[in-house]
């Protein structure tokens, strides 16, 4: 077969692949990729599905191409459908089967989909598929057990599909072809939740695992494979309520024994779920996702600090005048030109709007915030890498706050020593992932960098610290170098302490300073915590409509 008819066969039946799932769908034709090792494959960031021409000329499959065509758009279409969904499985999978090279995901969602394509009439050539791939004594164990389901599902002969991989089956667990039959009746009866049905497949599945040894059991057939991205990673670190009932499900049809159980209850905790992402504890990558984990959670909670009036940059008069075609079309300013001569005429004849270059400008005044972070990394402090950090959380959620308005941030990291971003950034991406660094060690409060701060510029940022009981020693010890920093800085235009379980008779003497202190008592009570702190930069006097 040569390429031109393979595509024209494609572009026939791609329709028909569709309309298995939908009136309706935006994809692209798919494109022959030769190099690449399944058959097919969908790309769940592109949406492209991408075929191999040659095994389907190879392996005379070319009467099964809308079936493999539309096993494809079943992955855009419903299973996993996003990525977001797959980094979910994963995380729950790796509760229960907690081995890297191991993953049934592609397994079960290649299941869900073929079950609704065999409903439609293409279980014959979806079978054709499988029959190519030849299953034999060396393919794993897994793979050979989802087989047997698709015979009983399609009711073909026993080892049809199997083939000589039945005495490996046989061996494993004898009663392979009941186990196979109790699949194929009641998974896709579980659904829609597709967590349940993940987890009675898992059950299922996981014994034949553990007598393999195998590792990885993808099948090179069709499929979608594309690594999440961190924020999709970020959102499968959030529990989802769809979890909690497939939990529930599973141990009320005792699927699971109880430590499996218990491990998917415990798995709700951030710091227990964070175990299964991809990467080894401090790495970039799991940086990198918890990173995204914050910033998201920080959008739940966002707080605009107050602005800064300051004689800031000039009002510069304009002229306007016709676009030469010599320049660049960026020059344009097509606001102007669609008011003055709309869209029909504006696109022939554009303006271009440039500074008045024989008058002066205009002073103005600038509403601008500034904020500077000092986080506590200190070893009294949790690793905000393997788990929630209520200090970190707080400071992101200032951190992006800021920004949202317009303002400009940089943070100061200290333990027993300081790491810093001393540049002022607008980027909520940038500090997340810098306040993801971790010291430990003791407390050392750099009260030589605030001196820096303080003498840096006329125009002071608002100040806040974040900091526990260990930031009153440091205090103490630096006396009264630390007490005369601190009051400046209180004046300057402002400085916050948040402060964990604080000592109440020191928060006396730092507002006493002229200091504002927002308490944290409790980790996990992050309105709380928001709540005070937009307190303690809105301050609002005792009074009708006071906040409390």
């Not at 791609?14 to 494109?31: I, Q, V, Y």
């Not at 075609?325 to 504006?346: C, F, H, K, M, N």
């Not at 927002?518 to 930069?537: G, K, Q, T, Y």
């Amino acid at each position: 077969m040569t390429s031109p008819s393979l595509e024209a066969a494609i572009a026939e039946r791609w329709d028909a692949a569709k309309a298995h799932w939908a009136r309706s769908l935006r994809l692209h034709l798919p494109k022959i990729d030769n190099e690449d090792p399944s058959l097919a494959r969908l790309d769940l960031r592109s949406r492209q599905v991408f075929i191999n021409g040659e095994r389907i000329r190879n392996e005379g499959l070319l009467p099964s191409l809308e079936a493999i065509l539309a096993h494809e758009v079943g992955h855009h279409a419903r299973w996993p459908r996003t990525l977001a969904m797959t980094a979910r499985l994963r995380l729950v999978e790796q509760q229960l089967i907690p081995v890297e090279h191991f993953s049934a995901i592609n397994l079960f969602t290649d299941l869900l989909i073929n079950e609704h394509l065999g409903r439609r009439g293409l279980a014959h050539e979806l079978a054709a598929v499988y029959l190519a791939g030849g299953a034999n004594a060396e393919t794993a164990a897994t793979f050979l057990f989802t087989l047997a389901v698709y015979e009983e599902l399609w009711q073909l002969t026993p080892r049809a599909l199997v083939s000589t991989g039945h005495e490996k089956l046989a061996r494993i667990y004898p009663a392979y072809r009941s186990e196979a039959h109790l699949v194929a009746q009641d998974l896709f009866r579980l659904g829609p939740n597709i967590i349940t049905q993940f987890l009675f497949f898992l059950s299922v599945l996981s014994r034949y695992w553990v007598a393999d040894q195998e590792g990885d059991q993808h099948s090179d057939h069709c499929g979608c494979d594309d690594e999440p991205s961190n924020d999709d990673w970020a959102s499968a670190l959030d529990p989802h309520a769809m979890e909690d009932e497939a939990v529930d499900r599973a141990e009320k049809e005792g699927w699971l024994n109880r430590d499996q159980i218990d491990r998917l209850k415990d798995a709700r905790r951030l710091g227990q779920r964070s175990s299964g992402l991809p990467g080894h504890e401090g790495s970039e990558r799991v940086s990198a996702i918890m990173a995204a984990w914050y910033r998201r959670t920080a959008e739940r909670y966002l707080i605009e600090p107050p602005p800064m009036h300051q004689l800031g940059g000039a009002i510069v008069p304009t002229v306007i005048r016709e676009w030469e075609p010599s320049e660049s079309v960026q020059r344009i300013d097509w606001i102007t030109t669609l008011a003055r001569r709309g869209p029909r005429y504006g696109a022939a004849a554009p303006f271009v709007r440039e500074p008045a270059r024989d008058r002066d400008g205009v002073s103005t005044t600038l509403w601008e915030t500034r904020v500077e972070i000092f986080l506590d990394v200190s070893g009294s402090m949790a690793d905000p890498t393997e788990g929630e950090n209520a200090m970190t959380l707080a400071a992101m959620i200032l951190a992006t706050g800021t920004t949202r308005a317009g303002g400009w941030v940089r943070a100061h990291l200290y333990s027993s020593e300081v790491e810093s971003r001393w540049e002022w950034t607008r980027s909520p991406t940038v500090l997340s992932e810098f306040l993801m660094n971790y010291v430990g060690g003791g407390t050392e409060f750099p009260f030589e960098v605030l001196a820096k701060s303080l003498d840096e510029s006329p125009a002071q940022p608002l100040r806040v610290i974040f900091s526990d009981q260990d930031f009153d020693m440091n205090v103490t010890d630096y006396a009264p170098e630390s007490s005369q920093l601190l009051q400046t800085a209180a004046h300057a235009p402002g400085t916050i302490l948040v402060l964990y379980s604080p000592n109440r008779e020191m928060c006396r003497t730092y507002e006493r300073w002229g200091l504002r202190v927002v308490p944290v008592w409790a980790e996990d009570e992050f309105p709380v915590v928001a709540a005070n702190l937009a307190r303690a930069l809105f301050p609002v006097a005792d009074g009708p409509g006071a906040v409390r």
